[in-house]
């Protein structure tokens, strides 16, 4: 089978993770520092803080922000439920904008809209207290307008950068754009800690509370045991860190590995009725996931391409979920077909092929070639 993805072990992330099980010390602490010291070149913000998963840095930072019951969260329609159920865990309502269809990031254009709609309700806007960005599949979003527009209506706003460690602009890299960037380590993304997570900031303040948050409360400065906040527990363990530390070691490797592997797709895909992806600059998207879209008339047939594929022995997937067409979200807000119309068509028709540092030429070419037989 042609795997979707494998992640990148090798005997240097095995002994890592041995080496820690030795000590007997096993939960945050310095390997965990060494891992927050080690991320910060690849993001660019003075702190890091690293948690158990994406997920719960997703739901720290709204915390820390002070999202809670009855505020919104303007948040991109098309992503991992990780993006909107942190909203609603909060007691916070969801309000999702649409995307682009090139890139799948959030519009800017509908980001204006809704926040125009928003703010003419004084109401409304009392509480709106965040937009959360994600940088779809590892492409940064257009970060010089969400910032322009989060300016102009003095809101925060937040990565979900979950994806795209690595990614970049000419003005800086993903997670240091916004008030804060959350990364994941799940095994799909491009470095891995098992499960894992982290946050980017440059606020001080905001990191302060975080490492409260992520610790039962306890203050991170404070000189006696002081409980700040009610805080979870999220915390990375020590031999997580140590794996991490290794991994990121390896990090421009993997991605240039997977941004050769995507041009590759872009030249084979190039002779088939697939729309390989839009890369809107050089270096700004990582290809977490290599995500096509089939012709419209096939996308009644996606799932059977899929189930027909993996028969044929290549794994390959949808692209990730329309958030507001989900049963919970949809029955909650009762959203129809057509309220995000770009979402519609995306979701419908998205593809992910196997990409990976691993995957060989000739693989990538057993791919296209199933593909093309089966269209
Ligand atoms: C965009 C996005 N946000 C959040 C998450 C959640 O990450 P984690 O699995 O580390 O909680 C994911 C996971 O795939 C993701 O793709």
Redesign the pocket.
């Known amino acids: 089978m042609i795997r979707l993805s494998v992640p990148s072990i090798d005997e240097s992330d095995v002994d890592a993770v041995s080496r820690v099980l030795r000590t007997g010390f096993l939960v945050q602490g310095a390997e965990v520092a060494a891992f927050e010291a080690a991320l910060k070149p690849h993001i660019g913000t003075e702190h890091v803080v690293a948690v158990s ?6 739901e720290l930072v709204l915390r820390a922000i002070g999202v809670g019951p009855g505020d919104r969260v303007i948040v991109t329609a098309y ?2 439920l ?2 909107a159920n942190v909203i609603a865990l909060l007691g916070a309502e969801p309000v999702f904008v649409d995307i682009e269809p090139d890139t799948f990031n959030v519009s800017p254009q509908a980001l204006r809209e809704t926040l125009a709609k928003t703010f003419a309700n004084r109401e409304l806007a009392r509480r709106t207290k965040a937009i959360l960005v ?1 940088h ?1 599949f590892g492409q940064l979003a257009n970060v010089a307008e969400i910032a322009a527009i989060a300016k102009e209506y003095n809101l925060p706003w937040i990565e ?1 950068a ?2 795209a460690l690595g990614a970049r602009n000419a003005s800086g890299a993903a997670g240091s754009f916004g008030d804060a960037g ?1 990364f ?3 095994p ?2 491009a470095v891995t800690t098992g ?3 982290a946050i980017s900031t440059s606020s001080a303040d905001m990191a302060r509370s975080l490492r409260a948050l992520r610790n039962h409360g306890l203050d991170p400065e404070a000189k006696t045991s002081t409980f700040v906040a009610a805080g979870q527990n999220t915390r990375m363990t020590e031999f997580q860190a140590a794996l991490g530390v290794v991994q990121l070691g390896k990090l421009a490797r993997i991605n240039g590995a997977r941004a050769s592997g995507a041009a590759r797709y872009g030249e084979l895909l190039a002779k088939t009725p697939l729309t390989a992806p839009v890369v809107v600059e050089p270096g700004a998207h990582v290809y ?1 996931s290599y995500v096509t879209l089939l012709p419209r008339e096939l996308a009644p047939k996606r799932q059977e391409l899929i189930g027909e594929l993996r028969a044929r022995g290549v794994e390959t997937t949808i692209g ?1 979920w329309h958030m507001p067409m989900t049963e919970y979200f949809r029955t909650r807000y009762g959203f129809a077909v057509g309220d995000f119309p770009v979402a519609d068509d995306v979701f419908a028709r998205a593809l992910t092929l196997p990409l990976y540092e691993g995957l060989l030429a000739e693989q990538q070419e057993t791919v296209v070639r199933e593909i093309s037989a089966l269209l």
């Open positions: 998963n994406c997920t719960a840095a997703l992503s991992w990780s993006t994600v779809t979900d979950a994806c959350c994941s380590f799940h799909r993304k499960e894992g997570g977490q990730t």
